[in-house]
């Protein structure tokens, strides 16, 4: 059934409706977004879906409230919201809509449900408190949609419908924008995992461009790898691989005597020519050919080595 109408609460609008809204008129962009309490708009029918408002979840029904005793759980006991209802029912569509391929949609609906939804659930139902991301709690994503609202003195009478499409743009854009960086993920992980077994044992990957490619290095269980060479638009760089998902501690640094150097300095130091920038947290350096920025890695992985047996 495609819907002629996508029924949500009027009012004050939140993360969770908004988002929800983002997938809906992706898939049925024929369909008028009505923002209404009326019982008339809520009752469930055949040319509707209503999500955020309703007092019910019954997705043969096409409802889909969570505000109501009994509200559905994810199997872990945690919460749903709007958002991850609609997510549950019509996230794989979406992304198939979105030209992700078939091959990597289980994956990505899966990761983005853990990353991006779940937390907007949370918050959403009062199980996480923005003020859980301390100094940042009001650049969460829920926050920065709800600044978004028509302030309290504006007496437009149009001024919330207003400012809710205003919302749903910005918020159609990081969704999209998000799901666009996953699938880019994946088609990196490929290229990556060819390159891995290409690499044998050495201690350097070589990939043909910039891409993500820590995922890659950790699913084929290449612990050997110290560090990543690619070029870049008019030089070439390395880069160290990063121990874990989060903070910043590298499996090998490049060389403390590189630190800050560029130029002059940094071939005189290191004794490559061409030879052209150190970061001074020594997790990245670059060079001006292949040749060059291959030499220096074997430096730095004979330093790193000799650092580790030392």
Request: aromatic letters at 8%.
């Amino acid at each position: 059934m495609t819907p002629d109408f996508l029924v949500t609460h009027n009012g004050g609008f939140h993360a969770d409706e908004l988002l929800s809204s983002v997938i809906l008129t992706r898939l049925f962009p024929e369909a008028r977004i009505v923002r209404s309490r009326a019982r008339d708009w809520i009752t469930p029918s055949g040319d509707r879906i209503i999500y955020d408002v309703g007092g019910i979840y019954d997705p043969a029904a096409q409802i889909f409230d969570h505000h109501q005793r009994g509200a559905p759980l994810r199997e872990d006991g945690q919460p749903y919201s709007s958002f991850g209802l609609v997510w549950k029912h019509y996230g794989q569509a979406y992304l198939a809509a979105l030209g992700v391929p078939e091959t990597d949609i289980a994956a990505i609906h899966s990761g983005f449900d853990s990353k991006f939804v779940l937390p907007v659930d949370l918050m959403d139902n009062g199980a996480l408190s923005p003020a859980s991301a301390g100094a940042l709690a009001g650049l969460t994503l829920p926050s920065l949609l709800e600044t978004l609202k028509p302030v309290f003195d504006d007496r437009d009478p149009d001024s919330e419908d207003r400012s809710f499409h205003a919302a749903l743009a910005i918020a159609r854009a990081l969704v999209e924008a998000g799901i666009a960086q996953r699938a880019a993920k994946c088609r990196a992980e490929a290229l990556v995992i060819d390159a891995i077994g290409a690499t044998g044992e050495r201690r350097v990957l070589e990939l043909p461009m910039g891409m993500p490619f820590r995922p890659a290095v950790v699913k084929t269980g290449a612990d050997h790898l110290l560090f990543v060479v690619h070029p870049r638009d008019k030089d070439w760089c390395i880069t160290g691989i990063r121990r874990a998902d989060e903070g910043f501690e590298l499996r090998a640094d490049l060389p403390a005597a590189w630190a800050g150097l560029s130029n002059g300095d940094l071939e005189a130091v290191c004794g490559v020519k061409g030879a052209s920038f150190c970061h001074n947290g020594r997790f990245i350096a670059a060079a001006s050919s292949r040749e060059a920025i291959l030499a220096m890695a074997d430096l730095a992985v004979e330093a790193a080595l000799g650092q580790a047996s030392a």
